[in-house]
């Protein structure tokens, strides 16, 4: 299993907010490509980066930011919010980036998403955020109507192997991941699961492990690692399934 530290970005900065409220937000770092390079010191495999201005304005806004920290790092980078359009998702790859995260591309514009899927394969990751098991979209700030497990499951039919699920209401807040609808969405759509959102504790990376036969690869984490509350190489080892 995969434990993988987020570095989401706003106005250059390394932030966390909760529940995406950008009125609930928490400045960690002014140096984003530090942090990285600090994660990377630390053992881990794979590096999550949010453009939040981006995922908010529709368009990229930090790909200064993300340039430099692809740029530095040995571990691949997957990146998302506001990738709309295929020339943006050939531009990230160009950059260096690994994995191009698509979600509001996703409903907006599926046969874009077919496209890249047909150019990219599997560096293309469906990215599903979703509030009572709704997707929202456009950096969270509205509900489309359509369950996750559908959109998973007509992503999949257009060549989608992967997908970043984030519970919107554990988000940030500290409270443990959504590990039934993790679970469901896993076992429904039979995508490959990166779960996201409320990670917390070494005891939440040992449950999600546990779902590794459904088909969830991975775990994202944020806020706990840069509070102190999970310590990067504990989770690595939980991972790898060595006792802590």
């Known amino acids: 299993m995969l434990v993988?530290?987020?570095?989401?970005?706003?106005?250059?900065?390394?932030?966390?907010?909760?529940?995406?409220?950008?009125?609930?937000?928490?400045?960690?770092?002014?140096?984003?490509?530090?942090?990285?390079?600090?994660?990377?010191?630390?053992?881990?495999?794979?590096?999550?980066?949010?453009?939040?201005?981006?995922?908010?304005?529709?368009?990229?806004?930090?790909?200064?930011?993300?340039?430099?920290?692809?740029?530095?790092?040995?571990?691949?980078?997957?990146?998302?919010?506001?990738?709309?359009?295929?020339?943006?998702?050939?531009?990230?790859?160009?950059?260096?980036?690994?994995?191009?995260?698509?979600?509001?591309?996703?409903?907006?514009?599926?046969?874009?998403?077919?496209?890249?899927?047909?150019?990219?394969?599997?560096?293309?990751?469906?990215?599903?955020?979703?509030?009572?098991?709704r997707v929202a979209v456009q950096g969270w700030a509205v509900e489309s109507g359509i369950s996750a497990l559908e959109l998973a499951g007509q992503m999949k039919e257009i060549g989608v192997k992967r997908v970043v699920f984030t519970d919107i209401r554990r988000d940030g807040t500290m409270k443990g991941p959504n590990l039934e609808a993790t679970g469901e969405l896993a076992r429904g759509s039979g995508l490959k699961v990166i779960a996201s959102g409320g990670v917390s504790t070494l005891d939440d990376l040992r449950r999600i492990k546990q779902m590794e036969s459904a088909g969830v690869e991975g775990a994202i984490i944020g806020k706990a690692l840069y509070t102190g509350r999970i310590d990067l190489k504990d989770a690595l080892a939980v991972a790898a399934g060595r006792e802590v």
């Open 4 to 133: 993988i530290p987020a570095i989401d970005l706003r106005n250059g900065k390394c932030v966390r907010l909760v529940e995406g409220r950008l009125d609930r937000e928490t400045v960690y770092s002014d140096n984003p490509v530090e942090t990285a390079k600090h994660w990377q010191r630390l053992g881990c495999q794979y590096l999550h980066v949010v453009d939040l201005d981006g995922a908010f304005a529709g368009e990229p806004r930090n790909l200064a930011v993300i340039k430099e920290i692809v740029s530095v790092l040995d571990i691949p980078v997957q990146v998302g919010g506001g990738i709309r359009d295929l020339s943006t998702v050939e531009s990230l790859l160009n950059l260096g980036v690994h994995r191009v995260i698509l979600g509001t591309a996703a409903i907006a514009q599926p046969e874009m998403v077919r496209r890249a899927v047909e150019r990219f394969d599997e560096q293309i990751v469906l990215g599903i955020d979703a509030r009572e098991g």
